[in-house]
């Protein structure tokens, strides 16, 4: 974490009464900065409240997420842009998420539609890039979280 991603947590904890070791860990979305910058902001305004990765792809030393840890939100500069808290993980085939879960999303219109075009062109390549080829029923990893700050 660099130093204003690290200020930034400190000053969080203190206006939430929490230790300062608290575990918490910081990330951008997407595979792009223009994804970064996107969900960031569409986080920071309460609008996506759930993520989706994949289960397959998390390197066996990565540990999955956890209802209850902190999240700190960086734009595409490592800027800090907001925290989250995950309040449900489960893992669910990718052809059974809900339109619920995909309206959570807050990407594009909302809708399942969109959400399943982006998704798809995501996934695809995001198990391309390790070789894999993704299919429908791949095991996904999906996080519902509230923006706190």
């Known amino acids: 974490m ?6 930034f947590w400190q000053d969080f904890c203190q206006n939430h009464n929490l230790e300062l070791n608290t575990p918490v860990q910081a990330w951008a979305f997407g595979a792009t900065s223009q994804q970064a910058d996107e969900l960031a902001y569409l986080v920071s305004r309460g609008i ?8 397959e792809l998390y390197d066996k030393n990565e540990k999955l ?9 960086l734009n595409s500069k490592d800027e800090p842009v907001c925290v989250i808290q995950d309040k449900l993980v489960e893992i669910i ?5 809900s339109k619920e879960y995909a309206y959570h999303e807050g990407e594009g ?3 399942y539609e969109y959400w ?3 998704h798809d062109d995501f996934f695809n390549w ?3 890039e390790v070789g894999k080829e993704f299919y429908p029923q791949a095991p996904m990893v999906c996080e519902v979280f509230e923006k706190v700050e």
């Open 48 to 55: 996506k409240t759930a993520t989706t990765s994949a289960y």
């Open 126 to 128: 995001e198990y391309q």
């Open 65 to 73: 997420p956890e209802a209850g840890e902190w999240n700190i939100i």
């Open 116 to 118: 399943r075009r982006a």
């Open 2 to 7: 660099n130093k204003q991603v690290q200020q």
């Open 93 to 97: 085939p990718y052809n059974l998420i």
């Open 109 to 111: 219109d909302r809708s």
